[in-house]
């Protein structure tokens, strides 16, 4: 157990829907990830957040968007799904700064019909 | 951007053999590289890192090896046993202690299989 929550763990919807996924991050851990793993891509970076602010985005939708809350949790809203968002997204979480180990949580799988 | 390239993408071992995974980089700059280990239905599984100021680091029957001038990074994994079986991904990032891009860039992973 890595200490990373995220919820759901599993989520069934339609095209054209919205959803949210959360993620806890590891106790005292400032920094969360965000990936999604498909079966094509792979493991691919969306976003960072440390301590509540955005620090770096990778190949994030612009129909997807992510915010980390002052008690450091954080979420991942995908909007207007497609049934090629259908993958594993992942929260990761590390200390930040110069200690910068992630650790995975053990994922959302979002099937969209 | 970071490229990282990984093989082989099947690897089938019989117990107590070795297992070598190969990664290489394609950005000179990058500093660290973490091996993750995931399981079926798992989050990947931080196993074994690396900082770019060492050539080598072992945990138990773990191992990971690093060339800076070739690029290239390998995870040695010796007496393997049924329950090393998953996906073993390796990744690379660029980390300064004053920065905030940490970002995993991730290889396309290996299905090791050990049989019994």
């Known amino acids: 157990d890595s200490g990373v929550t995220q919820t759901p763990k599993h989520l069934i919807t339609a095209t054209g829907q919205r959803v949210t996924l959360r993620c806890s991050p590891r106790s005292g851990d400032l920094s969360v990830y965000w990936y999604q793993q498909s079966l094509d891509q792979g493991l691919q970076f969306l976003i960072q957040y440390y301590n509540g602010e955005e620090r770096a985005k990778g190949n994030i939708l612009e129909r997807f968007s992510a915010q980390q809350f002052p008690d450091l949790h954080s979420e991942l809203n995908l909007s207007s799904l497609e049934l090629g968002d259908s993958a594993l997204y992942f929260c990761?979480?590390?200390?930040?700064?110069?200690?910068?180990?992630?650790?995975f949580g053990p994922g959302t799988r979002l099937t969209v019909t | 951007g970071e490229n990282v390239e990984q093989h082989p993408s099947t690897l089938s071992v019989q117990e107590g053999d070795s297992a070598v995974i190969k990664c290489t980089y394609s950005?000179?700059?990058?500093?660290?590289f973490p091996w993750y280990k995931q399981e079926l239905g798992k989050g990947p599984q931080l196993i074994i890192d690396?900082?770019?100021?060492?050539g080598e680091k072992k945990d138990q029957r773990i191992a990971v090896t690093l060339n800076k001038t070739a690029k290239h990074f390998s995870l040695h994994i010796t007496e393997t046993q049924p329950e090393d079986s998953a996906v073993y991904f390796c990744?690379?990032?660029?980390?300064?202690?004053?920065?905030?891009?940490?970002?995993?860039?991730f290889g396309k992973g290996t299905l090791l299989t050990v049989n019994p």
């Open positions: 990744a690379a990032s660029i980390n300064n202690s004053g920065g905030s891009n940490y970002k995993l860039t």
């Open positions: 950005d000179s700059a990058s500093n660290y």
């Open positions: 990761a979480s590390s200390p930040g700064q110069a200690l910068y180990e992630q650790y």
């Open positions: 690396i900082r770019s100021n060492v």
